[in-house]
């Protein structure tokens, strides 16, 4: 059984600090990963997709990532109350895209 | 670009009637789609692959002949829930890719609220 583990949160941040959220992969094979928000009632979004080892940034986030460790994580910098979600780690387990996804992890940005 | 939408965004049934959601990629060609199911508080549950023209590939624990996919087009997937329960009331998620390769990004639709009375 291929496994996505995430701490299952809350995580609590206060605004404008950095929120840090950690993945880990049981499949040793797996060659992408992605991060998705979902706010409470809604379906995911995308937020970053990541494919090499080391840091990928975009705008507030940065997605990174250690095969050898099989672990991958997500930083948002400047921490809004508007990230108040829950993210999703997902990794790639077949040629057809199909996606196995961790638990997810609450985050809840204090003003 | 990348934009999935869903129909109905919400529908109440009474128990035993079958409910038809759709699945449309607007932008792109969907190789592949794929059927969640999510309980309040809970993860996204996969509960099948969709390829276009084939049949789909349901996981385990899913019953086949009571949630019926057709993937009838490169852009339309219908998931129907038959003879619906109250226990089927859950909010059903389909997603897209348009490659198939291990590197493509899942889009999400905005999800259908089922609730069975």
């Known amino acids: 059984q291929k496994e996505v583990e995430q701490n299952s949160g809350p995580l609590s941040v206060p605004e404008g600090a950095i929120a840090s959220l950690n993945c880990t992969y049981s499949?040793?094979?797996?060659?992408?990963f992605f991060w998705y928000r979902q706010y409470s009632g809604k379906s995911p979004e995308l937020i970053m997709s990541i494919y090499s080892n080391g840091d990928k940034e975009d705008g507030r986030f940065t997605a990174q990532l250690n095969k050898a460790s099989q672990y991958v994580s997500l930083l948002i910098r400047d921490s809004q109350p508007s990230d108040s979600a829950t993210y999703l780690c997902a990794v790639n387990i077949n040629s057809w895209g199909k996606f196995q996804f961790g638990a997810g992890t609450q985050v809840v940005v204090t003003p | 670009g990348a934009v999935v939408s869903q129909h109905p965004s919400w529908v109440i049934c009474k128990s035993g009637t079958s409910v038809k959601i759709e699945c449309r990629s607007l932008?792109?060609?969907?190789?592949?789609m794929f059927w969640y199911r999510q309980f309040p508080k809970k993860s996204l549950m996969l509960m099948a692959t969709?390829?276009?023209?084939?049949?789909?590939?349901?996981e385990q624990g899913v019953e086949k002949d009571k949630f019926l996919i057709n993937h009838a087009s490169l852009t339309l997937s219908t998931l129907t829930v038959t003879s619906a329960h109250p226990e089927d009331s859950s909010f059903y998620i389909c997603s897209a890719n348009s490659g198939g390769s291990n590197r493509e990004e899942q889009f999400f639709g905005p999800g259908t609220r089922l609730t069975v009375l």
């Open positions: 499949d040793r094979g797996s060659q992408s």
């Open positions: 969709s390829n276009e023209g084939s049949k789909a590939t349901y």
């Open positions: 932008d792109f060609q969907a190789t592949t």
